[in-house]
């Protein structure tokens, strides 16, 4: 990786502890088990999602995207996509075929990633519309992507990136005609973060409760963004 290079990914994890066993998120499995992941469970998922996706051969500046539940493994498909230089298209998990099919047709992705029970009828939407790849994931730590990613190593050394070039893109709401994907830089989100970081007084030791969709910029990337580049 180029020292000069502003890949999102490599701010944040700049900011993980030097202690990396360190408790990086708690939450809780479908059947109210505790779950903890450290700063290196992080580290280390993250580089084999990163892995997964450099080794399908993608052509530069592919669009990686994701119509999953909330779960800290997609947060970590977020990550590995920052980390493999590719661009992480969210979309709202509501979203009916027809939503899906405009999608997918607009910002032609190179990779899909499903729930389990969607497969089916998302899948054929995207091989349609002309998409390589189609994964699952689970919020229970289950699906075709989480699977095939354990058979990668579990180092990655971030590609590298510009500040402006893509790292993101979030459709808006389209109240006044058809959503339009609004395109998000690496420059863009770093920028907000270290701002947000000041502006909200973060501190060390400070927990977020996360509550909010991962899907939509504030859960995503204000939320996620905040608590990581803390430590």
């Known amino acids: 990786m180029s020292s000069s290079s502003q890949n999102l990914f490599t701010a944040l994890r700049?900011?993980?502890?030097?202690?990396?066993?360190?408790?990086?998120?708690e939450t809780t499995s479908a059947a109210g088990e505790p779950l903890r992941y450290t700063w290196r469970d992080l580290d280390r998922a993250s580089s084999q999602i990163a892995n997964l996706l450099t080794s399908l051969k993608l052509p530069e500046g592919s669009r990686v995207a994701v119509q999953v539940d909330k779960s800290v493994e997609a947060m970590l498909l977020y990550l590995g996509t920052l980390r493999a230089g590719y661009v992480f298209l969210p979309l709202n998990t509501a979203y009916q075929s027809a939503e899906i099919e405009y999608f997918v047709g607009n910002a032609e992705p190179a990779v899909v990633v499903c729930t389990p029970a969607n497969f089916g009828w998302v899948s054929k939407i995207a091989f349609t519309a002309g998409t390589q790849h189609v994964f699952t994931l689970g919020d229970d730590r289950t699906g075709s992507l989480l699977e095939r990613a354990a058979h990668h190593g579990d180092e990655h050394t971030p590609v590298a990136r510009a500040a402006d070039d893509l790292a993101a893109i979030l459709y808006t709401s389209g109240t006044t005609g058809r959503s339009k994907g609004a395109m998000?830089?690496?420059?863009?989100?770093?920028?907000?973060?270290?701002?947000?970081?000041?502006?909200?007084?973060?501190?060390?030791?400070?927990?977020?409760?996360?509550?909010?969709?991962?899907?939509?910029?504030?859960?995503?990337?204000?939320?996620?963004h905040g608590a990581l580049i803390n430590g």
């Open 14 to 25: 700049a900011a993980f502890p030097r202690d990396l066993e360190q408790i990086a998120v």
């Open 184 to 224: 998000l830089t690496h420059g863009n989100l770093l920028s907000n973060a270290q701002v947000l970081k000041d502006y909200w007084g973060w501190k060390d030791g400070d927990v977020l409760i996360h509550a909010l969709p991962i899907f939509h910029v504030h859960g995503l990337f204000v939320a996620i």
